[in-house]
């Protein structure tokens, strides 16, 4: 399962609209991004978290743990824009 999700984000970041969630919002361009939004998410930091060793030593993968960071990235945005 781990395997397949770090495809399917692999495929979100290559996408050709991805470039708005590939890299954490500019807080100096967007001052007010979090008045909106609490806990900010974005395809690079999601990879880090969800794929690094040092991120997760020691933790166990958990798929629906991964699939709502991949939400957040969406919510995230609805709620901001």
Not at 4 to 17: A, Q, S, V
Not at 29 to 39: A, E, G, I, N, W
């Amino acid at each position: 399962i781990e395997r397949d999700c770090k495809r399917i984000l692999d495929t979100l970041i290559k996408h050709e609209l991805a470039s708005g969630f590939c890299e954490p919002v500019d807080l100096e361009v967007f001052t007010d991004y979090l008045d909106y939004v609490k806990v900010p998410m974005d395809l690079k930091t999601l990879r880090t978290k969800w794929f690094s060793g040092r991120a997760r030593k020691g933790a166990q993968f958990e798929v629906v743990d991964f699939i709502a960071d991949v939400r957040r990235v969406w919510h995230n945005c609805r709620m901001y824009n």
